[in-house]
């Protein structure tokens, strides 16, 4: 599939744009914990140790949410999402990453293999959460709202939401 590696790249570089021109726009100032936005008033497991994750630590950034797949035939995105997060984290992004078994069953592991997965060959270091259902009736509810804002959801592995500071989907 070259031309899904030639879209998945342009994809990617109007992300990064974007979260370039959001992050250079605004400055960043935590928000107040009590004033979580609702679409951030979720809870994950977290990898590798399943430790509970709230998505209102985030509030106040710019977050890329994005379904990943361990064995999925193009996992080079996650060097990518790794690397524009060490570029812009200390503006204020955060990559999230969902791992999902939802397309091709190209995400069988369990939470410790995944991580492991991550760090061993991509070094990542953005948050990972736990395996989710990211389409279809078993989807998060996180999900399911991501996909009502932005009518769109995930069509294969490495769908990616990009939400502003105020908790709001772009």
Known sequence: MPNAM???????????IGAALILGAVTF?????????????HTFPGLPDGSPQSLCQYQGKVILVVNTASFCGFTDPYGGLEALYR???AQGLVVLGFPSNDFGNQEPGDSKQIASFCRRTY??????????HVVGPQRT?????????SAQTPRWNFHKYLIDRAGSQV
């Open 87 to 89: 570029q812009f984290r």
């Open 141 to 149: 509810p996180f999900y399911a709202e991501l996909a009502r804002r």
């Open 29 to 41: 100032r935590p928000a107040n914990a009590a004033s979580c936005p609702e679409l951030l008033q």
């Open 6 to 16: 030639s879209s998945a790249a342009q994809v990617f570089r109007v992300i990064l």
């Open 123 to 132: 070094n990542v270091e953005f948050p990972m959460l736990g395996k989710s």
